[in-house]
């Protein structure tokens, strides 16, 4: 009650600072709980500029990422046809998990204003507070071999990386296997899961994680110089829906293109956007560390390398490190 209160006088006086005792005053309440209020809000989304002398000013209110909003953004067939939305999940992979195998079908969508353990390859976290960024994961049914499914990544890299130049005119490039960098930072990343039945894949579930309108405060010191946003690389924030949208239809229609004509098609397009082609780079598989150049993709997406010595290997499942390591 108290909360959409403040808001109402913030939204009914754009671009002032009002000070703490005239927000008490108006509301009733004490200066603390007003702060307490400030804080619940930006956990929410909205960003506060505040002042010791004049108080705070409301600076952005997040859009909320509703069905509708999204759903008008959308022309597709399949993906997103059916949205599911939550406010906040522990990680959107696993209520789609869950979904999938309950029987929902290709292209259900989950998507959270905000992920509590939004996870990320190796086993790593995914930083997703409140109203800031993409969260989503998206259930494919492809009648595919079990080894095809890294192509996967690399088309849903594609789409995102088409999608997002669109939408911001960013410089942004494709780092092997599925990492969206712009310069040498993170704006974006994919997890695909798959549960497979004999040779076949059954589903996989596409987790897509875009750090949208995330600030500085977002991050910690150690991440701020790994990871960047939109915002903060454009200088101005994005509205959520329309990259859903864009990102969706690049999405479907590289995977129909994909499952009528195969992978074939997919890698000129891909390397055209990689980052990581003939720069030379540490390569970590599960037994080894290398120095090599990352070279191309071949058919089957297993990135092609040449050692240092000259001879060439594929790779399928690696850490790279950052493009241009000094030899
Ligand atoms: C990575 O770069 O390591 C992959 C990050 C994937 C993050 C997304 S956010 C939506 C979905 N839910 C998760 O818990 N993870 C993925």
Known sequence: ????????????????????????????????????????????????????????????????????????????????????????????????????????PEGTLFIAEQQLSGRGRMGRQWVSPAGKGIYLSMILRPNVAIPFAPQLTLLTAVALCRSLRTITALPIGIKWPNDL??????????????ATEDTRIKYIIAGIGISVNLTEKDYTEQLLVKATSLRLAAGKPFDRATIVGQFLLEWEQLYES????GFQAIIPIWEALSVSLGKPTTITTHNETIVATPIGLDESGAIRIQLEDGSERAIFSAEMGQPNIKK
């Open 258 to 261: 994909y499952l009528a004509a």
């Open 181 to 194: 960098l712009i310069g040498q930072q993170k704006i974006s990343g994919i997890l695909l899961e798959s």
């Open 1 to 104: 009650m108290l909360v959409s209160s403040l808001l109402d006088i913030f939204k009914s006086n754009p671009n002032e600072y009002l000070s703490g005792t005239k927000l008490s005053e108006l509301l009733g309440v004490s200066r603390t709980a007003i702060w307490k209020q400030i804080r619940k809000l930006e956990a929410e989304g909205y960003e506060f500029e505040a002042s010791t002398k004049l108080g705070y000013k409301l600076m952005m209110h997040p859009s909320s990422l509703d069905r509708d909003l999204i759903a008008k953004q959308l022309h597709t067939k399949t993906f997103g046809q059916q949205i599911n939305v939550y406010p906040a999940v522990d990680s959107t992979q696993n209520v789609a998990r869950e979904a999938a195998e309950q029987g929902a």
